[in-house]
């Protein structure tokens, strides 16, 4: 793919959606934390189903802490993965307490010394809330990236330093939420929706769904 259609993909992206968010919903840089740390292998509808309850009775470290393991399991039982998440949330909280004010850092390093905090959830609040540069290489930011042809990797780190190497430097913010957006409800899994693809003549697809 030519630098020419790459720009031109983004520009369109733009066009069409100048202020991409997370569908996640949140209200503070904690919440946002918490809701991506639920969110690891389970949909944003899901996770938006339960937090209003949870951060109803708990938005803060301290206040989350006194919950208790059992009092976060109640409330995010739907989630897949809850117990794990659940530990996870609970440990995050106690090392946010302890080390940081309660305060989510801003730095990759201490995010992802956080307990159930990887690359990706570190990239999504670096980006979400702090407005960095970053890309959050989902299954949806993969499969996007490869199957395009825009930045093909054979990892999510490979495609992660593909999409910050090629994605003009203007568009680079609102990359992440761009492709994630196309990849959820456009670029989809088994059946590509490519008949109302906004970038169908720049894809490189060798299997294009033509109707």
Known sequence: MTPAKREEIFARFAR???HPTTELVYRSTFELLISVMLSAQATDKSVNLATPALFKAANTP??????????IKRYIRTIGLYNT????ILNTCKLLADRHQSEVPRTREELEALPGVGRKTANVVLNTAFGESTIAVDTH???????THLAPGK????????????VPEKY???AHHWLILHGRYI???RKPHCPR???YDLCDYEHKVRS
């Open 16 to 18: 069409a959606n100048p």
């Open 62 to 71: 301290t206040q989350m802490l006194a919950l208790g393991l059992r009092g």
């Open 85 to 88: 998440k659940a530990k996870n």
């Open 141 to 147: 930011i993969f499969r996007v990236a490869n199957r």
């Open 155 to 166: 990892t999510p780190l490979a495609v992660e330093k593909k999409l910050l190497e090629i």
């Open 172 to 174: 680079r913010v609102n």
């Open 187 to 189: 670029c989809v899994a």
């Open 197 to 199: 693809c906004p970038v």
